[in-house]
Nanobody, 124 residues
Framework: EVQLVESGGGLVQAGGSLRLSCAASGFPFDDYVIAWFRQAPGKEREGVSCISSSDGSTYYADSKKGRFTISSDNAKNTVYLQMNSLKPEDTAVYYC?????????????????WGQGTQVTVSS
């Protein structure tokens, strides 16, 4: 059974940092891409970043470049999202998602497996 479990969310002040984790199980990690999406109240889900477990290649949505860093520990089947210089507009539920691919997909509907989400709240 494929499982994705996010952790690391919480309440942080603007300018602060958080590191989210996505622990994966139930599939061959090296054959999958893992992406982070987020959804703020009243808004559509948007892509944040993605990493290919096979070669470590990464993708970032334009607005996240420079503040967010995605990484993967293949030995632990875990993907991380380091978020720095957080802003109130980063407040959202953050989800990790997985798809069998060697390249990242841009659209959420292309990812069949999802975690339950972790809340990130950035206060001003």
């Amino acid at each position: 059974e494929v499982q994705l479990v996010e952790s690391g969310g919480g309440l942080v002040q603007a300018g602060g940092s958080l590191r989210l984790s996505c622990a994966a199980s139930g599939f061959p990690f090296d054959d999958y891409v893992i992406a982070w999406f987020r959804q703020a109240p009243g808004k559509e889900r948007e892509g944040v970043s993605c990493i290919s477990s096979s070669d470590g290649s990464t993708y970032y949505a334009d607005s996240k470049k420079g503040r967010f860093t995605i990484s993967s520990d293949n030995a632990k089947n875990t993907v991380y999202l380091q978020m720095n210089s957080l802003k109130p507009e980063d407040t959202a539920v953050y989800y990790c998602a997985a798809a069998k691919s060697y390249g990242c997909y841009a659209n959420d509907w292309e990812y069949p497996y999802w975690g339950q989400g972790t809340q990130v709240t950035v206060s001003s």
